[in-house]
């Protein structure tokens, strides 16, 4: 299982970003549970949003609620997350991961938990500066 982040870059304060988690190596995910997460600066890795396969239901973390959005692209086989009204405080590498309990429990206890995630791609860098 092989995962891309892609999509990071610098922007604003209330500006506005996408990005995208694709498979590679052979590797869909379409079909597949998918979450977000990020790390900011000093840190623990912390959900953002994830999003089921079977009935496309998405969660968020109560911090993005509002300003980000997970959904998927069928037609480039990739998970996007739209973060809307960025902050300061969303300067962070985001990752994509997913494994066999991903947005599973979530459905149940609200949390996303970088634990219950079993394959990580590599981080995509957002930074949000004036």
């Known amino acids: 299982v092989q995962l891309q982040a892609s999509g990071g870059g610098l922007v604003r304060p209330g500006g506005s970003l996408r990005l995208s988690c694709a498979g590679s190596g052979g590797f869909s995910v379409d079909g597949f549970n998918i979450g977000w997460f990020r790390q900011r600066p000093g840190m623990e890795r912390e959900g953002v949003a994830c999003?089921?396969?079977?009935?496309?239901?998405?969660y968020y973390a109560e911090s993005v609620k509002g300003r980000f959005a997970i959904s998927r692209d069928r037609a480039k086989s990739a998970v996007v997350l739209d973060l809307k009204t960025l902050e300061p405080e969303d300067t962070a590498v985001y990752y994509c991961?997913?494994?066999?309990?991903?947005?599973?429990?979530?459905?149940?206890?609200?949390?996303?938990?970088?634990?219950?995630?079993?394959?990580w791609g590599k981080g995509t860098l957002v930074t949000v500066s004036s």
């Open positions: 991961a997913t494994g066999a309990l991903a947005c599973e429990v979530t459905v149940y206890s609200g949390k996303i938990i970088p634990e219950e995630y079993d394959y």
């Open positions: 999003i089921r396969s079977d009935d496309g239901k998405a």
